[in-house]
Nanobody, 115 residues
Framework: QVRLVESGGGLVQPGGSLRLSCKASGINFSIYTMGWYRQAPGKEREWVAA???????NYTDSAKGRFTISRDNARRTVSQQMNSLEPEDTAVYYC?????????WGQGTQVTVSS
């Protein structure tokens, strides 16, 4: 079974930083594109960032210049460094991979940006 476990969320002030991590198991991690999504209160789930097996990255417009997605294939981990956080970044952040016939999600980690 595919398992994704997120960690690293928390409460930060505007302008602060957090680093999220997602540990994957049950897949040949290195061959898959990994992604981060988020869901804010009252909003639909939104794609945030992705990183391919080759290390190419892509971001939603609001994340560009502030967020950095990375991966460590040896540790089967995808991370997301989030700087200059804004209240609009408040959401539950989910790790995602399309593998073994379906889209797979972790339990999510809460990020709250508030003064």
């Amino acid at each position: 079974q595919v398992r994704l476990v997120e960690s690293g969320g928390g409460l930060v002030q505007p302008g602060g930083s957090l680093r999220l991590s997602c540990k994957a198991s049950g897949i040949n991690f290195s061959i898959y594109t990994m992604g981060w999504y988020r869901q804010a209160p009252g909003k639909e789930r939104e794609w945030v960032a992705a990183i391919t097996s080759g290390g190419n990255t892509n971001y939603t417009d609001s994340a560009k210049g502030r967020f950095t997605i990375s991966r460590d294939n040896a540790r089967r981990t995808v991370s997301q460094q989030m700087n200059s956080l804004e209240p609009e970044d408040t959401a539950v952040y989910y790790c995602n991979v399309v593998a073994r016939g379906r889209s797979n999600w972790g339990q999510g980690t809460q990020v709250t940006v508030s003064s």
